[in-house]
């Protein structure tokens, strides 16, 4: 494989495509609202009014919209349908020719597709992710070529520096600065892995990218592979994915048959490999250490850190795991350059954020939006409020290790420092909206529940502290507690977030102490007669 | 297989089609050089191929891998995934994330319980059902969620997957 047939492939792939297409959503949401079964249907319909050789019909993936699918989008057109069902093929057909159709459109206009920025989804829903020549004629694996033949891994790692890529898994750490330290550690052989352990309940961004670009993380990882030395890949993929693991699985043997995998790639000195780790449920794998853990075939507990995985990861060798977002900016930061890509966002926080909008919202799916974006225009005009216009009360980031925003904070830009002075992270980029009947305690507990069953039990501070605040917790919401609980509950997290051995005790208390920051009167509520009595 | 388990095989046709996972097992554990760094690929594929993994399974497994078989065991019962007891004939997953939680899928679950007379993470005496929990399945945006013998219910509506799910249970009666 040279560039000339790189481009050739693109070129091929443009001119079959038939003028007018149909491109229907074929990611696990919409698939689960019959998207399979509808697309069966436009093609019957195509096909008994011979018209198939004239209209493609491309399973895409995500479109965003996930609470209106399954949605359907017309080429060249670009109108878009909402809550497509099988019986509504003829009338799609019908708009794609011009003649009337009745199928609710999607507003283009709406600020929901508007006020995006897609760098990461940029292929999201445009291309067939489970084929390789999809991903090539949008200029895919350019970027891999450009940078074996034309750029040092010295060069690369610069410019993933210059740009400000942080880390998309949730601490934000620099990217570059975690890539230069991987590639300047010494051992006899290096790992890249990618993180797709999407563990925190109420995010969905990785899963969404993989069943939707693939290809888009593979190049990513193999230039990250290129800067930092490394022949092996690992794709660490939660077991609960399986659409998700499928497409990983065609991706990269379609691109070690193109060579643009495995051995001298673009026929150069460059090799390497990926292989999928599929998880078992285990959300602390998530950890670094732990994943590691998980990979070598063994249970997935922390390690105290240092020595970090950049110096001593897999097997004792120098390890770069990042993010599957993380990696999915890689290709354009290169495209377009890293100064184009700082200058998205805000100041310490730069490009773009991927989000899981769910909970009580009207539009509720999948969205890319510039770092510094305030929390009400996404909650308010992104998500168009609560479906039943009840005021939103507050907004979760950062699932169990991050915090409750309260609506009141909601001119708070979305970016690392931000969220983090008020209480939450940014975390991978789960926000589930809470209305008026959400209780805030009942949150709290439920991530608190979250966490016991979850923490590893290596550390005692995660493993007794998460069991004591949950019956804690338990014992407030059954109105048995006493004031001076409150204080109890406040000095355990206090504890863990100092003894903990690794992020998920450390961060456990979030949840539970912003809430009681922020909504206290629904504790001291609970603190009733009975628990008075009681004294 | 040991075989005192092979023995209570009586039937031929089942001995074939345990002979036959035996061998697809085998294989992978050949794939992966029997490195006991495979050891979560090598149950993932036991776990596919038997629907969950007996004791026997797994000192078999610590055998061919030369490991102890208590980080076998270790390994088999730290992860949710694994399941060392036989499932239901159906399963009805009801999936707890964040969203679904927000949009009322622990009372989905209590409905459920109570129709299929089944505790969450349990199996029904007679072996036909088995109701479970996920921690979140990724589908957020069809919050509640749950799936239904391998099959996503999205907006899973209280009453319909009660209907479903008696349906399913009700016909081979």
Redo the contacts between chains.
Sequence with gaps: MDLHELEAIGEREQAQRTRLRILCCAAAGCQASGALELKRRLETVLTAAGKLADIDVTPVGCMGLCGHGPLVRLEPSGEMFERVTPADAEEIVAALEGRPCTVTRCDRQHPFFARQFPIVLRHCGQINPERIEDYIAVGGYRTLYHVIHEMTPTEVIAAITRSGLRGRGGAGYPTGLKWATVAKSPGERKFVVCNADEGDPGAFMDRSILESDPHLVLEGMAIAAYAVGAEQGFIYVRGEYPLAIERLQKAIVQARRFGLLGAQIFESGFNFRIDIRVGAGAFVCGEETALIASIEGRRGQPRPRPPYPAESGLWGMPTLINNVETFANVTAIIEHGPEWFSSIGSNRSKGTKVFALTGKVRNTGLIEVPMGITLREIVEEIGGGTPDGTPVKAVQTGGPSGGCIPASLFDTPVDYESLAAVGSIMGSGGMVVMDEHTNMVDVARFYMEFCKDESCGKCIPCRVGTVQLFNMLTKLRNRQAHARDLDKIEELCDLMRETSLCGLGQSAPNPVLSTLHYFRHEYEELIGAEGDHGS | MTTSALQTDVDRDARAASDNRRKILEATMKRFQY???????V??KAQELYGFLSPELLSDVAQRLRLPPS?VY??AT?????SLAPQGEHTCTVC????C???GAALLLRELEELSGVKAGHTSADGRFSLLT??????????P?AVLDG????HADRSDLAARIRNLLGREE
Excluded at chain 2, 35 to 41: F, K, T, V, Y
Excluded at chain 2, 151 to 154: F, K, Q, R, S, T
Aim: net charge neutral; proline share 0%.
């Design positions: 490195q006991g760094d495979a050891l979560i690929e149950l993932h980080r270790g390994v730290f992860y949710h995934f694994f707890l994330g964040t969203a939680y927000v949009r996920a921690r979140c399945l990724g589908a957020c945006g069809l919050a969620a099959e996503v219910v999205g």
